[in-house]
């Protein structure tokens, strides 16, 4: 943080004076460094990504939280989270990010996280043990907030949800580039462990979700570099079909977008868990436990809900008749979901994002 302007004291001659006006300077300047100092004692700053979940956060959880608790909180956005983290290792310039299971898992292998007795968290008795990562002494390093699926979204003016009763209907013929396929980064750990699911096996045995990979990949029209790329592929009818997050068709509907809807196919969707964590050597760490504590509650859940789709996992969070309506029950969804082991996917990610380079090279 930096200060707007200098002091500039006249010279009036004398020692005395000279030295009077340059200790006034140096009093002056401590004190204004202490305020300053002492704002910035106890803030948040979380990294997240941008765009509307950056703007949720600051809305449906920042807002409520400073008012009720007097610290100040700063969401700042960012593109990835991992990367970012690693780069300010030791000295991070957040205090709490969001991220995904396998960026969690990922970083507390290196030892970039703190982690936390969960005693100092009572609203965790009301999560699944799923939905918060531990490390090898039994502490917590990632607490798990809320969840959306990976399902099969579509086209309505295109297709209907029974044309994707079987994952295996994105490599039919008759849509033939008319699917679009994530990027190599995220099919890695999403679309390859699911379809492996599909073909038998799971996070561990990879190797049944290839050839459907393949054939869908042969189907793809293109492969999707954002979430706004899909989401205008699928609105405009460009692409019928293709794999795709439960929460940005949320956003879309409730936006008028109702050309555009999700379905979990037999098979089963994805889990995704997003997790709130705490880089290693971070500062505040009683705001930031006050923040995350604050967070897990049902309040802030079904607020950001209501925002974004973003499903809770705290199982005391009570959805109106509404919400259910529009979303459905999170136990009765997570009953026809899969979650894979975080650390399976963590410790592989590189060489799979690889094979799936490999994967689409082989099918243009």
């Known amino acids: 943080m930096g200060f707007g302007g200098r002091h500039r004291f006249r010279e009036q001659g004398g020692a005395e004076v000279k030295h009077a006006a340059g200790l006034l300077m140096a009093l002056s300047l401590f004190s204004l460094s202490t305020t300053v100092a002492c704002a910035a004692d106890g803030e948040v700053v979380m990294g997240t990504w941008g765009g509307g979940n950056s703007e949720m956060w600051r809305e449906k959880v920042g807002k409520p939280f400073s008012a009720s608790s007097g610290i100040v909180v700063k969401i700042r956005d960012w593109s990835d989270p991992e990367p970012t983290l690693r780069a300010q290792a030791r000295k991070p310039q957040f205090n709490v990010a969001l991220g995904t299971c396998y960026n969690a898992a990922n970083l507390q292998k290196d030892g970039l996280l703190e982690s936390f007795k969960k005693e100092d968290f009572p609203e965790l008795a009301n999560f699944e043990k799923s939905s918060y990562l531990i490390d090898q002494n039994g502490e917590v390093y990632a607490f798990g907030i809320y969840f959306q699926y990976y399902g099969a979204a579509f086209n309505s003016d295109q297709a209907k949800a029974s044309d994707f009763e079987s994952w295996r209907a994105l490599a039919d013929p008759k849509f033939k580039d008319k699917v679009a396929i994530a990027r190599p980064i995220y099919a ?28 869908i990949a042969r189907n793809a029209l293109t492969v999707t570099n954002s979430t706004a790329q899909m989401n205008a592929l699928l609105s405009r009818g460009e692409v019928t079909a293709g794999a795709y997050y439960s929460s940005r068709v949320w956003t879309m509907r409730a936006s008028g977008v109702k050309n555009v809807d999700i379905t979990i196919p037999s098979e089963g969707g994805l889990l995704l868990s997003y997790f709130l964590i705490v880089p290693k050597g971070a500062k505040n760490l009683d705001a930031v436990k006050a923040w995350i504590n604050y967070a897990l509650r049902p309040a802030p859940e079904l607020a950001m809900l209501d925002a974004s789709g973003f499903l809770p996992l705290n199982q005391t969070a009570a959805l109106s ?26 410790a592989n990610q590189e060489k799979r994002v690889n094979l799936v380079e490999q994967i689409y090279s082989q099918v243009k």
């Open 188 to 215: 890695a750990p999403n679309d390859l462990v699911l379809f492996a699911k599909v073909g038998g096996g799971d996070e561990n045995n990879i190797q049944p979700g290839i050839p459907l990979l393949t054939s």
């Open 321 to 346: 008749q509404e919400q259910l309506k529009e979303v459905g029950s999170p136990q009765s969804l997570r009953s026809k979901l899969y979650q894979p082991d975080c650390s399976v996917l963590a």
